[in-house]
Nanobody, 119 residues
Framework: VQLQASGGGLVQAGGSLRLSCVASGRSFTRYTVGWFRQAPGKEREFVAR????????YYSDSVKGRFTIHRDNAKNTVYLQMNSLKPEDTAVYLCAADPTAWPLSYSYWGQGTQVTVSS
């Protein structure tokens, strides 16, 4: 599976962005997908994940209530809707996929997309 993340950019605090993670190479429909982020000088951080059908999601406390993950399997795409953005959300956002239900680690990673939130 090849993953391509996009949708990042520069936004003011309080604004919104929608990230997309598009999969190619094989069927995406049985994969759990996660979003992660990494800020300069910091370790990679889990953001959100969604199961293969979209019926179950999980968020980190830092984004709960502001971010929403959802997927369109017909389009092989997982989205991360980010609202009420804060400067501390600034990071490179990466998507990852794995065929297990709730993976401890992910087998496939895409390249990141930069999100910058100005104050």
């Amino acid at each position: 599976v090849q993953l391509q993340a996009s949708g990042g950019g520069l936004v003011q605090a309080g604004g919104s962005l929608r990230l997309s993670c598009v999969a190619s190479g094989r069927s995406f429909t049985r994969y759990t997908v996660g979003w992660f982020r990494q800020a300069p000088g910091k370790e990679r951080e889990f953001v959100a994940r969604i199961n293969y059908s979209g019926s179950s999601t999980y968020y980190s406390d830092s984004v709960k209530g502001r971010f929403t993950i959802h997927r369109d399997n017909a389009k092989n795409t997982v989205y991360l809707q980010m609202n009420s953005l804060k400067p501390e959300d600034t990071a490179v956002y990466l998507c990852a996929a794995d065929p297990t239900a709730w993976p401890l680690s992910y087998s496939y990673w895409g390249q990141g997309t930069q999100v910058t939130v100005s104050s």
